[in-house]
Structures are given as C-alpha cells and as structure tokens.
C-alpha cells in the first residue's frame, strides 16, 4: 500500500472542502481551487479528515493512488498558506520592475521584456534583481516562475540570467588561451 496515499489529509479551521463525486472544490482564506481527478480513485471526508482510497492493487491505480493524496494535500495548503518562488536576476544592466499587473524585465536584449500575471498568482519584485512569485496553486506558481526563468536562463561561465535563489549554478572554466612562444 502507497505509504503516501495512506496517510489522510487534515483539514485545518477556516477551509471548506466539497467533495462530488471526483471533484474536490478546497475553499480557504488564500482563494478557491477546484480539480477533477481520476474515477477510479475513492476520495471520501470523514470528520476534519480527507482520505483516499484505490480500489484494488491494479498498477494503474497504486501510481494514482500517492499523486491523489498528494494533489489533495497541496490544494489544501494552497488556501490556506500559498505557495511562493523566489527568483534572483544576476547580471550586468539585469533589472526587473512592476509596472501595474505587469512585469518588466531588463534582461540584456535590445527590447524590454513583458510578463503578464495569470488570474491568481501575485509578483512582488522586493528588489530590482529580485522576483516573488506567489499564489494558492502550487502548479501556477511552478509554471509561471518556470516561464519567467525561461526568458533568459543562467548561463554556466559568468553565471548571469534569471535563477531560483534555492537553486545552484555548475560553473565552467573558461578558454585558457594559447601561449605564443
């Protein structure tokens, strides 16, 4: 049994959780989420508690069974804490700004870079060299941070672009050059 899919998922004060038929709507303080899963998966509340259940050990529904649980879990989490992704712009005239909805990027190109936010994900830019990507959907946020990276990516010799403070760089060396003799 899916030691992760096992275990049942708490549902803390101030979260309402309706559950019809494989549709799970999580509503919280942070906003509403809502997410159809596979049929053969049982999910059932009982008291404070979300659980959830596979039918039999078909291999299907044991790698369905953990990802269930654990996409219940993160909506839950969602409204109630969010999720957040920090990003660091390095680099020589690298610059980023807000200006309304949008995100303005300086990123070392001949033009000025634009990002709109989804409907449901915030950006801060707490500094100019620094990007905060927040919201209720763990996926948005992976996917627009993603997106935002994805404009200029870090490159390994001067280790300049766009990278998540968590993540680490693998440097190369450079060119040595030839000696003349």
Same mark, same amino acid.
């Given at each position: 049994?899916?030691?992760?899919?096992?275990?049942?998922?708490?549902?803390?004060?101030?979260?309402?959780?309706?559950?019809?038929?494989?549709?799970?709507?999580?509503?919280?303080?942070?906003?509403?989420?809502?997410?159809?899963?596979?049929?053969?998966?049982?999910?059932?509340?009982?008291?404070?508690?979300?659980?959830?259940?596979?039918?039999?050990?078909? %291999?299907?529904?044991?790698?369905?069974?953990?990802?269930?649980?654990?996409?219940?879990?993160?909506?839950?989490?969602?409204?109630?804490?969010?999720?957040?992704?920090?990003?660091?712009?390095?680099?020589?005239?690298?610059?980023?700004?807000?200006?309304?909805?949008?995100?303005?990027?300086?990123?070392?190109?001949?033009?000025?870079?634009?990002?709109?936010?989804?409907?449901?994900?915030?950006?801060?830019?707490?500094?100019?060299?620094?990007?905060?990507?927040?919201?209720?959907?763990?996926?948005?946020?992976?996917?627009?941070?993603?997106?935002?990276?994805?404009?200029?990516?870090?490159?390994?010799?001067?280790?300049?672009?766009?990278?998540?403070?968590?993540?680490?760089?693998?440097?190369?060396?450079?060119?040595?050059?030839?000696?003349? %003799?």
């Amino acid at each position: 049994m899916s030691r992760i899919g096992r275990k049942p998922i708490s549902i803390p004060a101030g979260v309402d959780v309706k559950i019809e038929g494989n549709v799970v709507t999580v509503k919280g303080p942070k906003g509403t989420l809502t997410r159809a899963f596979h049929p053969n998966m049982n999910i059932a509340q009982e008291g404070a508690e979300i659980l959830v259940t596979r039918p039999n050990d078909a %291999k299907e529904n044991r790698s369905l069974h953990g990802l269930t649980r654990t996409l219940i879990h993160n909506m839950v989490v969602g409204v109630t804490d969010g999720f957040k992704k920090e990003l660091d712009v390095n680099g020589v005239g690298y610059r980023v700004a807000m200006e309304g909805k949008k995100l303005v990027m300086n990123l070392g190109y001949s033009h000025q870079v634009f990002m709109e936010a989804p409907e449901g994900i915030t950006i801060e830019t707490p500094s100019a060299n620094k990007i905060v990507v927040s919201g209720a959907s763990k996926e948005q946020v992976g996917q627009f941070a993603a997106e935002v990276r994805e404009k200029r990516p870090p490159e390994p010799y001067k280790g300049k672009g766009i990278k998540y403070t968590d993540e680490v760089i693998r440097r190369k060396e450079g060119k040595t050059g030839v000696k003349k %003799k």
